[in-house]
């Protein structure tokens, strides 16, 4: 069974930083995609950032210009850097790897809380 197992996350204050991580069990190559997500309270789960096994990214609009979506092969990592953090940022921020085919897989989830 693949596992995600997101980190980095925590409290940070407006227009600060923070770097997520996640980590997969095995090859992120057996991912066709890999995404960010993330949920605020009240809201519905919202695409953040995709990057492909190719190493093509896409973003939201909302993060454009603020957060970068990258992947480390060797270390079967994908990290999301956020700067320039804002109080609307404040969410839980999960990690998907998709296979295609139906088969895609979730992490457990990293609060993000954006002071102001």
Not at 27 to 53: C, D, H
């Amino acid at each position: 069974q693949v596992q995600l197992v997101e980190s980095g996350g925590g409290l940070v204050q407006a227009g600060g930083s923070l770097r997520l991580s996640c980590a997969a069990s095995g090859s992120i190559f057996m991912f066709n995609t890999m995404t960010w997500y993330r949920q605020a309270p009240g809201k519905q789960r919202e695409l953040v950032a995709t990057i492909t096994s190719g190493g093509s990214t896409n973003y939201a609009d909302s993060v454009k210009g603020r957060f970068t979506i990258s992947r480390d092969n060797a270390r079967n990592t994908v990290f999301l850097q956020m700067n320039s953090l804002k109080p609307e940022d404040t969410a839980v921020y999960y990690c998907n790897g998709d296979r295609g085919l139906g088969f895609d897989y979730w992490g457990q989830g990293t609060q993000i809380t954006v002071s102001s």
